[in-house]
């Protein structure tokens, strides 16, 4: 990675990849789907959360699915592009945007989702084995809990160890800080899962 500090006459690219993919990741699809469904504001439903997860207690399993991939479409999308373009730093710069830009978009008075379908794209199109993994991880943590944070958490917290294994350290770098913000982000739930009151996925 550069010196971002360093002449803007050579990284200027840098800031250009990280402010893209903010700018993408910053599209609220579970919002923009289920309004054009005619259910309204997203935020006024369940948990009140823009993301797959609360989109589904919409009761529509298709809208679901379409906020699911399009949201991890846009991390993969500014991750994809950066690696097979303009090389790795530029990826980890564009798909961290990307990801910070779902959490806080600046569409919504920064106010945005959870990021673990995001995080799951950026690291599907970034290092492919350690988003198959983080997806596998998910995948059969909901199946046995029932449980989407948990799932969710389970699958961040290991995806820093696959990265520094399987791909390289900056990867590991970006991994470790999604985790920390995907923690941050799920604080509610982590605390309604130790009181046992957290719903089950499908439920309000």
Known sequence: MPDLLGDFTYTWP??????????????PFGLVVTKLAGFGDIRNI???NIGTTNVLRTGRKDLAALTLLLDGGKGAAAAWVGSNFYGPDIAVLAGGGAFLGHLFPVWLKFKGGKGMATFLGVLL?????????????WLFTAAFTRYSSFSALNA????????????????????????????LRHHGNIRRLLKGEEPAIGKS
């Open 46 to 48: 369940g948990s009140g």
């Open 125 to 137: 199109a970034i290092a492919w084995p350690v988003g198959i993994a983080g997806c596998v991880t």
């Open 14 to 27: 840098y800031y250009a990849a990280a402010i893209i993919g903010y700018l993408l990741g910053s599209v």
């Open 156 to 183: 961040a917290i290991h995806a820093p160890l696959w990265a520094y294994f399987i791909a390289d350290q900056q990867i590991a770098t970006l991994a470790a800080f999604m985790t920390v913000l995907i923690f």
